[in-house]
């Protein structure tokens, strides 16, 4: 009977004696007896298990304080490190490149930047629409300024024409033909247009007549 | 060679301590009625079985029967020395931080009550093992008895008991 109060009961040995006291009521009766004495002896209040559960709360409480702090630590370990990488790339950087890091903008800066412009913001126009206003300006200083401009050669067959003063306007998006046509509406004018040669001449009145 | 031994009986005493410390306190929080004289007699015995290790020429086979059989004589000597002292409270009024203990007071006088009608030897084999939580074979390796002396010890207290227990109802 006693083996059955025993700390590891031996599994053969308590089906045996379970079997017996359930058939022998004598038996069953010692062993309620011994059963509710050994109820009575068993410690229910132990101060051992408090102290025990509270050095383990304790414990526990610690253990979770200190795994908070050790991913606290971690955490600004890793901030400290990669702090440290981006500053040594940076550093390497500088080193390796250091006009880049200057603080006066250079010539390839500068082209870069017009590169990126985009062409819709360009402030001036890419087709020229010049216009000339002459008033009461030579013929010489007219054809002088339309031949440096067409690349022509002027040949002068009268020299009382370039005395000869006019009001025209210029547009230099004309062509170079279109500007002679427009000459030689004057009276007694007579330009004449040769490959890059324009021969000037100014009729009398006696041979427009 | 000497600091091997020393750090080889250390790792022996803290897997003791780990493993019995717990169950020695309730063995002796029983035996003597107070957790504070039960820590100092579990710390004394294993100072005791430190410096006995320490001290070297000494081979001790089984250090769980040691440790119970030292803890035991201790138990009894507090108890010896006790027993002459009466404590003298400056004040009636309950001590506010002092722990509930009502409830294991009460248990403690409840259970010594039942273990003073039986014989001491027989006590204590009840005493290890509800207290102690030592099986019957530890129990007969403790006390030098055989395995059979231990069984039948703790079943003639069980039935004393039991029939102390009824004829105070009856009473």
Known sequence: ?209 | MKLFSIHHNLDRIEKLMVAERQKMLQYACYRLGNIDDAEDVVQDVFVKLYQRLHGGNVEIRNMTVYLYRTLANACVSNLRDNRHTTIVSIDNQPDPIAPETDDFEQEYRRINSLLNIIPDEQAEVIRLRFYGDKSFQEIADILNIPLTTAKSRFTYGMEKIKRGMCASLSV
């Not at chain 1, 819709?120 to 008033?135: A, F, H, Q, S, W």
């Not at chain 1, 009382?160 to 046509?181: C, G, M, N, P």
């Open chain 1, 1 to 209: 009977m006693a083996d059955l109060f025993d700390k590891n009961v031996d599994p053969q040995i308590k089906a045996e004696c379970e079997e017996h006291i359930s058939q022998c009521t004598e038996c069953r009766e010692y062993y309620e007896d011994l059963f509710t004495t050994a109820e009575v002896l068993r410690p229910k209040h132990s101060p051992v298990n408090k102290n025990n559960a509270l050095l383990s709360t304790e414990e526990s409480l610690q253990s979770k304080n200190f795994q908070f702090r050790k991913i606290a630590a971690i955490f600004v370990g890793v901030m400290l490190l990669s702090g440290i990488a981006l500053a040594a790339i940076q550093v390497i950087r500088f080193v390796n490149n250091p006009e880049v890091f200057s603080p006066s903008p250079s010539k390839d800066m500068q082209l870069v930047y017009h590169h990126s412009m985009p062409t819709d913001t360009l402030d001036t126009d890419t087709i020229p629409t010049e216009v000339v206003r002459y008033n009461e300006a030579t013929l010489e200083q007219i054809l002088t300024d339309m031949a440096g401009y067409y690349t022509l050669r002027l040949n002068w067959q009268n020299n009382e024409a370039k005395t000869v003063r006019l009001f025209y306007v210029w547009d230099k998006s004309q062509t170079v033909i279109e500007s002679v046509e427009m000459l030689n509406m004057f009276e007694r004018i007579h330009l004449e247009l040769t490959d890059s040669v324009l021969t000037v001449d100014l009729q009398t009145n006696k041979s427009h007549q």
